[in-house]
């Protein structure tokens, strides 16, 4: 009889099984991304954040189309493609034979298969692995949570202000409509906050450290956010952050997405009339300011005006660059064939069976599963119906079996 004790580890065991696999196949799909990326050298900073933005769409919808896969098995990768294709085969059983291959009796085993990998002897560290990794998410969530709550109470104690207060007048790129300008004496750089009710907070004394130039063009910056609905894919991307916190290439994609949407917001701005002299120098005095305050408000749902640092050189000399082509237009033939690709290489990397593919797979090969076990369930019950009437006849049961043996 399982106790709720051998669930939980078994739970957790194959928790960390499915997360191991599911991190293996993230990191194969986002070198591919960032392949992609650095062969064609998208220019368009907008572009090269909706690519990252697919890349990790497809990430977070893998155990998805693994659970759609199961259940229509016509959307599964062929056999044919597993086994041609040993990459994709390794990238998906290698990690769920580390953490659940189980030692299998003699009668399973034959002489020459291999002899089961040392982590299956310790049940132990599957369970162990996957503690570890709620620990961790929870920290994080906890961090980002504590964060947004100390933002909303800064929204909430922020004043109200209208673009007439703030000196600018005559400014129809500054229509804000529905997004509310804040006043905020807790704050030192502007930043966006809210997903569904946005707002702008901004410095109380901002007025005092800029120009009406340089404040309308800080204003435009945060509106573009809205515009590109930077907050939901912000809101996702934190999501993903929280449970790939350990993942190396997650952090650096989500790293180059919230570059190149700074970048890409950059470029509206300059694109509706800026001033890229004064918008550089805004920026440049935001930083400055920001440094001080630190990242405490950086996570969770606002959009920082400087949301990392290293950031700040790669933004003015994209400002200040006259000569570089900007691209207006979205590159549809060029995103159409990069989400074609990834939903491609995705779909490779849907597992074809969720049950220790590795080693059904390799007992199969090897031939070393029953003999019983090798006809369908119909052809078994002849065999047996056969098998029975044949001993009967062996013990003498029937005359006409006598007289067959007989003759």
Known sequence: ???????????????????????WQAMVLLLCVWS???????????????????????VAALPLCAKLAQRFPALRPAGATMRYSPVMSYVIEAPRMVIE??????????????????TAKNPIFGPLMFTIWLHGALVVAARLLMSCVRLRRIRDGAAPVIPADLGLTGNEALMTGKISLRLSTEI?????????RPAIL???????????????????HELAHVARRDPLVNLFQTALHVIFFFHPLVRYACRQMSLEREMACDDRVVSLGASAAAYAE????????????????NGGRQLAFISHKQMLKRRIEMILNN???????????????????????AWLLIPGDNLKPGLAQRQAEKGASK?????????QAVKDIGDRQGSDDAGGGQPGGMEQSGD
């Open 1 to 23: 009889m399982n106790t709720p004790s051998d669930w939980l580890i078994t739970a957790a065991g194959q928790g960390a099984a499915g997360l191991l696999a599911w991190s």
């Open 202 to 220: 901004l410095p109380a004394d901002i007025v005092a450290w800029t120009t009406p130039a340089e404040r309308a063009a800080i204003i435009q």
């Open 36 to 58: 992609v990326l650095k062969i064609f050298r998208a220019k368009a900073p907008a572009l090269r954040h909706q690519v990252w933005l697919i890349g990790l769409i497809a």
């Open 101 to 118: 291959a189980e030692p299998l009796t003699t009668a399973q085993v034959s002489p020459a298969d291999e002899p089961v990998t040392p």
């Open 323 to 345: 000569d570089r082509t900007r691209v207006a237009a979205r590159h549809w033939k060029f995103l159409l064939l990069t989400a074609g690709l990834i939903a491609f290489l």
């Open 371 to 379: 003999p019983v076990d090798t006809l369908p369930p119909k052809a």
């Open 282 to 297: 805004s920026i440049i005095k935001v930083a400055e300011r920001g440094i001080a305050s630190g990242p405490a408000l």
């Open 188 to 196: 030192r750089s502007p930043l966006l906050t809210g997903v569904f």
